[in-house]
């Protein structure tokens, strides 16, 4: 059971903006309550009992708000003086962690899986990072992921505009701490997703693990509408 998770919490939201100017993008409100709270219930239920929340961008306002401690699951801050992408956020933040394997999600969406079960077919495959995946029906607004044999990542795509179905990394990780930590440069912009999953295909045990979970990104206006609806239902 993963006991440790990093929250990206440190993004501008520019595509929000005009729905929610006041707050970081994960605390804009989702049925009166923060998006944040959803995702801390979610990993609470799943026995995490430390979050590390990466954050930059009115940061203030996260760490005035949760302190740290939401209802009985610690909380502790990385900082961003300056933008770091989410690379280099994740170094950052991991440096916070002390256990071997660490879960990592994104501050602004919410993909509905069994993590101890995402947990379990991590270390069966031994794999160095383990990606979740989702089919969706329209890819046109994300990178695609193809898969090897054996679950083992093949390659990725850049999203192309073209409305087809595709599999799709829906940021959710889980990462070997130490590993990250010694294959990534410390004080360094980069991102996660390019120049690390991408550049290290070769060199590491990279697994994907597609599930058919509830997916949503608040990023985008229309989504955001969205979950107003969808989260009465919250399950956790």
């Known amino acids: 059971m993963l006991k440790e998770a990093i929250i990206l919490a440190g993004g501008f939201g520019t595509r929000l903006r005009d729905v929610v100017a006041d707050v970081p993008k994960p605390m804009a409100p989702v049925c009166e309550k923060p998006f944040l709270d959803y995702l801390f219930n979610y990993v609470k239920y799943y026995g995490v009992e430390k979050v590390v929340l990466s954050v930059g961008y009115l940061s203030?306002?996260?760490?005035?708000?949760?302190?740290?401690?939401?209802?009985?699951?610690?909380?502790?801050y990385s900082i961003e003086k300056e933008p770091m992408g989410t690379g280099g956020g994740?170094?950052?933040a991991i440096e916070k962690c002390i256990g071997k394997d660490v879960l990592v999600l994104n501050g602004d969406s919410?993909?509905?899986?069994?993590?101890?079960?995402?947990?379990?077919?991590?270390?069966?495959?031994q794999s160095n990072c383990s990606l979740s995946l989702r089919k969706v029906e329209n890819a046109s607004r994300y990178g695609t992921v193809?898969?090897?044999?054996?679950?083992?990542?093949?390659?990725?795509?850049?999203k192309d505009g073209q409305e087809k179905p595709g599999i799709i990394n829906a940021g959710v990780y889980i990462l070997n701490r130490d590993l990250y930590l010694q294959k990534t440069p410390p004080t360094k912009n980069f991102s996660i997703e390019k120049d690390f999953f991408e550049k290290k295909l070769s060199e590491l045990k990279i697994f994907g693990f597609e599930q058919e979970g509830y997916f949503i990104d608040i990023g985008i206006p229309e989504d955001y509408k969205r979950a107003q609806h969808d989260f009465k239902e919250f399950n956790y």
């Open 146 to 158: 193809e898969l090897g044999k054996g679950k083992e990542i093949a390659g990725f795509k850049e």
């Open 110 to 125: 919410f993909f509905d899986i069994n993590l101890n079960s995402f947990y379990d077919s991590h270390c069966k495959s």
């Open 90 to 92: 994740i170094r950052l």
């Open 60 to 76: 203030e306002k996260i760490i005035t708000k949760y302190g740290n401690t939401f209802e009985g699951l610690q909380i502790s």
